[in-house]
């Protein structure tokens, strides 16, 4: 049985604190330096939190060299190759290092386009992780999010636990639809093809706007024909039709 140890420690933040398998949580590396302490008596110290408040604080506002006061349970391993872990329940920022120069950004690196695939995906696996059989509980676990995550993009990672029944529905989809768009002829793009523009052209250069005009009107009741007249004329110019004069148009 791994013992828990309640530890205080402050030290500076190693290297950013990347997120962790579950959503709300994060882990970072803590460089501990007592006072009069050498650099080989230095001891690095892995964290992390389930704490969603302190992951977010460690993920979007903490950089590193940043002095922190931590406190939680350490917790040791029951084996001699296991590995120490502190787990976070407070975090107070001692001092800040200073801003380190971002690159600029580059403003045709829009991600909007990609955040808004990943929000609609994660909605649609909740919908499928509620669909869950009775009695049967989420199983499987589906992280997503974007490739490179930073701090600015925590909010764009999702993870839903699914059943093993509902994720091989799943994969039953994925692979009815790769079937489907494999089956479908390559796309050109979406321009029409010159044989259907010169079949379109073709049909409206044998169109006669007078006869077509005329059957129209025929069609219409004898009320209404000065009103479709008018309709005809601005849409098609001034057509000459037997049996109305301009004083009726």
Not at 78 to 87: E, Y
Not at 112 to 121: E, H
């Amino acid at each position: 049985m791994m013992e828990r140890i309640p530890l205080a420690l402050t030290g500076y933040l190693d290297t950013a604190a990347v997120p962790g398998d579950a959503v709300g949580t994060a882990s970072w590396r803590l460089i501990s330096s007592p006072a009069d302490c050498t650099a080989e008596e230095e001891a690095v110290i892995p964290c992390t939190t389930s704490r969603p408040n302190l992951a977010h604080l460690l993920l979007t506002e903490c950089q590193p060299s940043d002095l922190l006061r931590v406190s939680g349970s350490l917790t040791l391993p029951d084996t001699a190759d296991g590995r120490i872990r502190l787990d976070v329940d407070t975090v107070d920022v001692m001092w800040e290092a200073p801003l380190q120069e971002q690159p600029p950004e580059d403003p045709a690196d829009d991600h909007s386009d990609r955040d808004r695939a990943i929000q609609a995906l994660a909605e649609a696996l909740t919908g499928l992780a509620y669909e869950a059989a009775a009695g049967e509980q989420p199983d499987i676990r589906i992280n997503i999010g974007p490739v490179g995550v930073h701090g600015l993009d925590v909010a764009h990672c999702h993870s839903i636990d699914v059943t093993t029944a509902n994720t091989h529905k799943l994969a039953d989809a994925v692979d009815a639809m790769l079937a489907t768009l494999n089956s479908l002829p390559p796309q050109a793009g979406t321009s029409l093809d010159p044989l259907t523009i010169a079949e379109l052209t073709d049909y409206f250069d044998e169109l006669d706007l007078t006869e077509l005009t005329r059957e129209v009107l025929d069609a219409t009741r004898p009320e209404d024909r000065v009103a479709v007249t008018r309709a005809l004329d601005d849409l098609f110019g001034d057509i000459p039709v037997t049996g109305i004069d301009d004083s009726d148009q």
